[in-house]
């Protein structure tokens, strides 16, 4: 057993805390990583108060990893030492349904092992990125190219693939007309991935204040969804509307945005169930439909994508003592556009 240093939630009201952790000696398809940096997700913050429902504390946020392998397993042959890589949501899967068999390990019938907040194969409970070294069977780490630095990379393993993922199982390219709902973690990657996919990008955000980083970050378009003139301009307008947002939604003034065939996807996840008016569907052919992040395969596809077109997320990296003060940021929608957390100050 290796004792870490981490940070941890200790219940769902309490500030996050510095503790330490054990992570299992390396077994033989295992590759141990020493963190360089963690995303902050959204997600970390539902679990870790609790709104998906209840958690077992100490527990240890963080699904945005990259690091350097630091050591191998005797049957590892993916991986070797010193090379950069990355772990994202899901740390092991059955490996043997259709689903991860089909390289969508998201969907594993046995459900994935997520980072955090799960039981390993061992027995004991998962706890994520926010540490120092993290040990993960070798066909869950994901190479970060080279173009691509660990810090900016790090976001790319959730909020990164939970966009690319649709954007490219709906068709975003050119001629298509995606608008992105939420101009956050997951939001900005969006804007970035869909844009250099081709389409016609519009921002969906609550009001105009990041309006000029939204276009810099290659959206075409811009509009406050605030201001009610913005739903009677743009009706039926979009083929895809990919909606980031962590609260709950109007469903049927989204889906009023899309043209015939048009699909909103929802990748947001508020604890609250949406309703939706059953017309704002069959009066254009319109789908709802929802994504969670994206299998290895496609991970490591879009992690070469945004190495290609230069995509890091754009990021603000904190220290460990700033990582509650990050939380109530991200809750009042004042991120821009990802927090990192520098692990070397866990230290
Ligand atoms: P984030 O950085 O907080 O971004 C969410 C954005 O939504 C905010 O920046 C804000 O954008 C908008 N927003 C927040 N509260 C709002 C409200 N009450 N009304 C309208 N808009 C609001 O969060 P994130 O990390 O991108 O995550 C977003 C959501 O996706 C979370 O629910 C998270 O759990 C979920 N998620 C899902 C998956 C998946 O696999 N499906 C993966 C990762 C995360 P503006 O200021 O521009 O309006
Ligand atoms: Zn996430």
Not at 60 to 76: D, Q, Y
Not at 98 to 111: A, H, L, M, T, V
Not at 309 to 320: D, N, P, S
Request: charged share 20%.
């Amino acid at each position: 057993m290796l004792t870490v240093n981490a940070y941890a939630a200790t219940s769902p009201t309490a500030p996050l805390a510095p503790t330490t952790i054990e992570r299992r000696d390396l077994g033989p398809h295992d590759v141990l990583i020493e963190i360089k940096y963690a995303g902050i997700c959204h997600s970390d913050i539902h679990t870790a108060r609790g709104d998906w429902g209840p958690v077992t504390y100490p527990l240890v946020t963080g699904h945005e990893i990259a690091g350097i392998v630091t050591k191998v397993g005797t049957e590892v042959t993916k991986h070797a030492v010193g090379d950069r890589v990355g772990v994202g949501c899901m740390v092991d899967s059955c490996g043997e349904c259709r689903y991860c068999q089909g390289g969508q390990e998201q969907f594993c019938i046995k459900g994935n092992i997520g980072t955090y907040g799960a039981t390993g194969k061992d027995g004991q409970p998962t706890q994520g990125g926010y540490s120092t070294h993290i040990v993960v069977t070798q066909d869950f780490v994901l190479h970060i190219p080279d173009g691509l630095d660990l810090d900016v990379a790090a976001p790319l393993l959730c909020a990164g693939i939970t966009t690319y993922s649709p954007l490219n199982r709906w068709g975003a390219g050119p001629g298509k007309k995606v608008a992105v709902v939420g101009l956050g973690g997951l939001g900005h990657m969006g804007v970035k991935i869909a844009h250099a996919m081709g389409a016609e990008v519009t921002v969906l955000s609550q009001s105009l204040k990041k309006q000029e980083d939204g276009l810099r970050l290659g959206a075409d378009h811009y509009y406050a969804t605030s201001n009610p003139e913005t739903f009677e301009k743009l009706a039926g307008s979009f083929d895809l509307v990919l909606n980031t947002v962590s609260a709950a939604i109007d469903v049927d003034a989204y889906l009023s945005l899309l043209a015939v065939d048009g699909a909103l996807v929802n990748v947001g996840a508020p604890p609250e169930p949406l309703s939706v008016n059953v017309f704002s569907l069959i009066l254009a052919r319109r789908s709802f439909a929802g994504s969670m992040i994206g299998g290895i395969r496609e991970t490591q596809e879009m992690l070469d994508f945004c190495a290609a077109h230069h995509l890091g997320a754009e990021i603000e990296v904190i220290g460990a003592d700033q990582i509650n003060e990050a939380y109530e940021r991200v809750l009042a929608s004042d991120v821009r556009y990802r927090f990192v957390i520098d692990t070397s100050t866990l230290s």
